[in-house]
């Protein structure tokens, strides 16, 4: 086993803030199943001066409370003075019986509070409401609503924040248990004329439903006094550009599951099960501090390569074939997501390599063409359209340009924050946005006038792309991409 220890301070996009990120990491070798992986331990995005074990809060690198409390203001500002704002946490899942999956907060609440609970709420009110809480009656513009503290539940599912955790540790100025939201809630709707609050989506679960009921009941008591609009709209179009601090973590998540990735290319070999690559990736991942994978892995070998959104990951995988990882973690509740194609003996077939350099030359010509200013949807997307369409035609697969549809049919990628499919935008770039840059090519067995040397290869080929003021920075580009490269590695 070999160690190195390292650490880089670097600035973060200067010319936005003056935030200072500092990575420290170790790398180390850990042998899984006779397959030796190289770790990313330790590496942390963003520095805070306080954990908070006494609630629960370990990390060392969460955002700030600052970044919080500034999208709070963002939006009383942007409501104005006659209105008031109310959000409220994610929903728990119920898995199977009285199974839950492991709870995830909600994006938009999340990004207004970075608090992780569920059952919480948020009043925003730009002109200020009466609260009691533990400091006394006072005149606030926020109230976090939070699940008490209770020792007897806290002994079976770990501690919360508690009012008094919500204060310190999210930098609340007022905080009170959720049973006293109503009072609060009601007693805000007699100052607002307008009260925005988010529409339930469907199929929301847990204990937020007797909130959500406290909320539509009064909706249907106030609406002819009361005005009351969705402000999802708004939060959505405060996420499209990212801050420096949220910048951190996403380079954090792609260079964790740049790491995983370049774990699992090393691993793969014929015989293993798509489902190894999977274990591998998340394995990885999950070492170096990610609490989620972004989405279910996608690990598609041979007829599977040419399926997008291949998850089952059962297949055992043969020489000959390739196989498409589509794998992201998530970060701090900030999302990566990678593809790379590679030939699972460890070296291309003369086929699969000129199907893949076509779509890595799209991926090329795509990304060198990202810079403020430019359209995604037209530009960006349309040089990879064109780069597919040239290599399909001379290789013979198709025989008119408009046909490469049959073969590139999912768009080019999707910007990338809190969701992996995070919030769209009009298309216009800017610096400060990430996005994913995935061109592919799919070509199922039994294609009607396809060579059969093509059937079964899926290639995709997946980075993310950060925004700068002057350009783009490619912060998955430490994953190997030219085939020499990718075979060099599956050597080690
Ligand atoms: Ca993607």
Not at 55 to 72: Q, V
Not at 333 to 356: C, H, M, W
């Given at each position: 086993m070999t160690s190195k220890f390292y650490f880089v301070k670097r600035m973060i996009n200067e010319k936005r803030a003056k935030i200072f990120c500092s990575i420290s990491a170790f790398s180390l070798l850990v042998i899984v199943g006779g397959v030796i992986l190289p770790i990313d331990s330790t590496g942390k995005c963003y520095s805070q001066e306080k954990t908070y074990?006494?609630?629960?809060?370990?990390?060392?690198?969460?955002?700030?409370?600052?970044?919080?409390?500034?999208?709070?203001?963002?939006?009383?500002?942007?409501?104005?003075d006659s209105a008031v704002a109310i959000f409220y946490a994610g929903?728990?899942?119920?898995?199977?019986?009285?199974?839950?999956?492991?709870?995830?907060?909600?994006?938009?609440?999340?990004?207004?509070?970075?608090?992780?609970?569920?059952?919480?709420?948020?009043?925003?009110?730009?002109?200020?409401?009466?609260?009691?809480?533990?400091?006394?009656?006072?005149?606030?513009?926020?109230?976090?609503?939070?699940?008490?503290?209770?020792?007897?539940?806290?002994?079976?599912?770990?501690?919360?924040?508690?009012?008094?955790?919500?204060?310190?540790?999210?930098?609340?100025?007022?905080?009170?248990?959720?049973?006293?939201?109503?009072?609060?809630?009601?007693?805000?709707?007699?100052?607002?004329?307008v009260t925005y609050i988010p529409l339930p989506s469907e199929g929301m679960e847990g204990n937020i439903l007797e909130f959500i009921n406290e909320i539509k009941k009064a909706e249907l008591q106030y609406n002819s006094r009361v005005e009351f609009r969705d402000p999802t709209p708004l939060v959505r179009e405060m996420r499209q550009v990212k801050s420096p601090e949220e910048l951190a973590v996403i380079e954090r998540a792609a260079q964790i599951s740049a790491n995983a990735h370049r774990a699992v290319i090393i691993a793969c070999k014929q015989g293993m099960y798509e489902y190894q690559l999977q274990a591998i990736f998340e394995y990885s991942s999950e070492m170096q501090g990610a609490e989620y994978v972004a989405y279910p892995c996608?690990?598609?070998?041979?007829?599977?390569?040419?399926?997008?959104?291949?998850?089952?990951?059962?297949?055992?995988?043969?020489?000959?074939?390739?196989?498409?990882?589509?794998?992201?973690?998530?970060?701090?509740?900030?999302?990566?997501?990678?593809?790379?194609?590679?030939?699972?003996?460890?070296?291309?077939?003369?086929?699969?390599?000129?199907?893949?350099?076509?779509?890595?030359?799209?991926?090329?010509?795509a990304v060198s063409a990202m810079r403020p200013r430019v359209n995604y949807y037209m530009t960006v997307s349309q040089k990879a359209v064109k780069v597919i369409q040239d290599g399909l035609l001379r290789l013979g697969i198709i025989k008119d340009k408009d046909e490469y549809g049959k073969f590139f049919n999912h768009g080019l990628g999707h910007p990338l924050g809190l969701d992996v499919h995070d919030v769209w935008t009009n298309g216009v770039l800017r610096s400060g946005e990430v996005w994913t840059v995935e061109p592919g090519i799919y070509i199922p067995a039994n294609s009607p006038g396809v060579d059969p040397k093509y059937w079964n290869i899926g290639i995709r080929i997946e980075d993310d792309i950060l925004i700068t003021d002057d350009g783009h920075k490619n912060i998955t580009d430490s994953v190997p991409v030219e085939p020499k490269e990718i075979e060099k590695l599956m050597k080690k």
């Open positions: 074990p006494e609630y629960g809060i370990y990390d060392t690198d969460l955002l700030p409370s600052s970044f919080f409390k500034s999208n709070r203001e963002k939006v009383m500002k942007s409501i104005g929903s728990e899942r119920i898995r199977n019986n009285d199974v839950q999956y492991k709870y995830r907060q909600g994006d938009d609440f999340f990004y207004l509070t970075g608090c992780s609970e569920p059952n919480s709420l948020l009043i925003l009110a730009p002109k200020g409401i009466m609260v009691v809480d533990s400091t006394g009656v006072h005149r606030t513009k926020e109230v976090l609503f939070v699940m008490p503290r209770d020792p007897s539940r806290e002994s079976w599912t770990g501690k919360r924040l508690g009012p008094q955790g919500a204060k310190e540790a999210l930098g609340f100025d007022a905080a009170l248990p959720n049973k006293e939201f109503k009072k609060y809630f009601l007693q805000s709707l007699n100052v607002a004329k996608i690990d598609g070998s041979g007829e599977n390569s040419t399926i997008f959104h291949y998850e089952t990951n059962r297949r055992q995988m043969k020489d000959g074939d390739v196989v498409v990882m589509d794998c992201g973690c998530e970060y701090h509740n900030y999302a990566s997501d990678i593809t790379r194609t590679i030939p699972v003996s460890g070296k291309f077939s003369q086929p699969q390599l000129e199907i893949y350099n076509i779509v890595l030359a799209a991926h090329d010509s």
